[in-house]
């Protein structure tokens, strides 16, 4: 073991987790590779849990964030006013909001995504004058008291300590053979449902942690409907599914909805600097001043880094790209899946975020550490670590994405042949 892993492993509390799936000291990293202190290459199908779907140290974004800080520009300003920020929010209004026919209000609620999904319930909750909210199986939604309350998974909520109240869990889309939408709107029409009516629901439209649950657009639109119906404020979580992973800046764009919330951070700053917004339509923006703050959410950094990651979205031609190599992406995981039938894996996913669902227990999990010996850096999700999911950088050439993929597939097949050894 290394001298600095070892420091690491003797100093740092017992609750870190993916060193232990990635046991290396790394040094340096670029675009979608990353090298470790051995001078050992990798290629990154992780991309920071999805906070760098740009890659590493973007030559664009480094060269502004260099030219920013050599200039002794504002590094932390609260929320008072800067150049930085001025230029990030008139760049997003421009680039993203107006092209896409939305009108929001950008909150900065602190930097990261379980402040932007905090300050979404507090406000839903103020806006109605209602406690309870909506969330579905298999969310993951933050680490945070109130996110945690929305987040599904049983061990992390158990981590809170204490009773997670004033939420509901229903059916998300395929959980179950029958249809969610129809049970989701008995329980709220049913007086003795004993589910009072919320103040949201707030829904992944493709569930990262909970095992890369993609929602069909036509129940996305259901529940958007059901909301305008029960006036409940909907919330889409796009904190990790957003900025491109699925194939469009937002998530949801192909389900043609417009949400009342959206909440995003990971890859927002382009950088991996942290950043979070909650975009609130402006007829729901009714916070006193100070209502919701945080020393920490004028990162003025990531404003400089996000507004040049924009760049990326002035045309068509970047998602257009993303689209041609997802295509790629998929049909590469349904061969896998039909050519090594003894996996018993499913295709899950949209975009850049998908992978495969595996009935053998363990075996995603084998996967990823045989593939990360091979010089390939992939993580599991889903409740039982039962999908090995693959997170490349958006902007990933496709002959270097093709070399992840070949080494997926070495993967797969060694441990088919030989499962006891690997």
């Known amino acids: 073991m290394s001298k600095n892993l070892d420091t690491i492993n003797h100093h740092e509390s017992v609750v870190r987790s993916y060193i ?30 999805g906070a760098l779907n740009y890659g590493h140290n973007d030559d664009h974004m480094k060269e502004k964030l260099i030219e920013y800080i050599s200039s002794d520009g504002i590094t932390h300003s609260l929320d008072m006013a800067s150049t930085a920020k001025a230029e990030f929010l008139e760049k997003f209004d421009d680039v993203i909001l107006k092209p896409r026919d939305l009108d929001y209000k950008v909150m900065f609620p602190g930097p990261t995504g379980t402040n932007t999904v905090e300050s979404a319930l507090k406000l839903a909750r103020k806006v109605t004058g209602r406690t309870d909210i909506i969330s579905f199986t298999g969310g993951f939604h933050g680490m945070t008291i109130g996110s945690l309350s929305v987040t599904g998974n049983s061990m992390k909520r158990q981590g809170a300590g204490i009773p997670l109240q004033n939420t509901v869990t229903m059916a998300y889309d395929n959980y179950v053979d029958h249809d969610t939408i129809v049970y989701l709107e008995r329980f709220l029409e049913d007086s003795g449902s004993g589910v009072a009516i919320p103040a949201a629901m707030i829904v992944e439209t493709v569930q990262g942690e909970g095992g890369i649950n993609a929602a069909r657009f036509e129940w996305l639109k259901q529940i958007e409907e059901i909301c305008r119906r029960w006036g409940i404020l909907l919330i889409i979580d796009d904190v990790q599914a957003g900025i491109g992973r699925t194939g469009s800046f937002f998530s949801f764009e192909a389900a043609g ?27 729901l923006d009714i916070w006193k001043p100070g209502e919701h703050n ?44 039909t050519d090594y039938p003894e996996i018993k894996g499913e295709v899950r996913g949209r975009g850049f975020m998908i992978g495969i669902a595996s009935e053998v227990e363990g075996l995603a999990e084998k996967i990823t550490a045989r593939c990360f010996k091979l010089g390939l850096i992939m993580e599991t999700a889903g409740p039982n670590d039962e999908v090995f999911k693959l997170f490349p950088p958006l902007n990933i050439p496709k002959d270097e994405l093709q070399k992840g993929l070949d080494i997926i597939e070495e993967s797969v097949k060694d441990l088919v042949k030989d ?4």
């Not at 675009?31 to 470790?36: E, I, L, T, V, Y």
């Not at 790629?328 to 899946?337: C, D, M, R, S």
């Not at 499962?419 to 690997?422: G, I, K, R």
């Open 20 to 49: 232990r799936n990635f046991p290396t000291v790394f040094t340096k990293a670029k675009q979608h590779k990353m090298w470790d202190e051995d001078g050992k290459e990798y290629l990154d199908f992780f991309s920071g849990a």
């Open 257 to 283: 909805i417009k949400p009342d919330i959206i909440c995003l951070s990971k890859s927002l700053s382009g950088y991996g600097l942290p950043l979070a917004v909650t975009l609130i339509k402006p007829e």
């Open 419 to 422: 499962p006891v050894t690997n």
């Open 294 to 337: 945080g020393t920490f959410r004028g990162n003025n950094h990531a404003f400089v880094t996000a507004t040049a990651a924009l760049d990326y979205w002035k045309d068509e031609s970047f998602e257009k790209e993303i689209h041609e190599k997802s295509e790629l992406i998929y049909n590469f995981l349904e061969k896998i899946v």
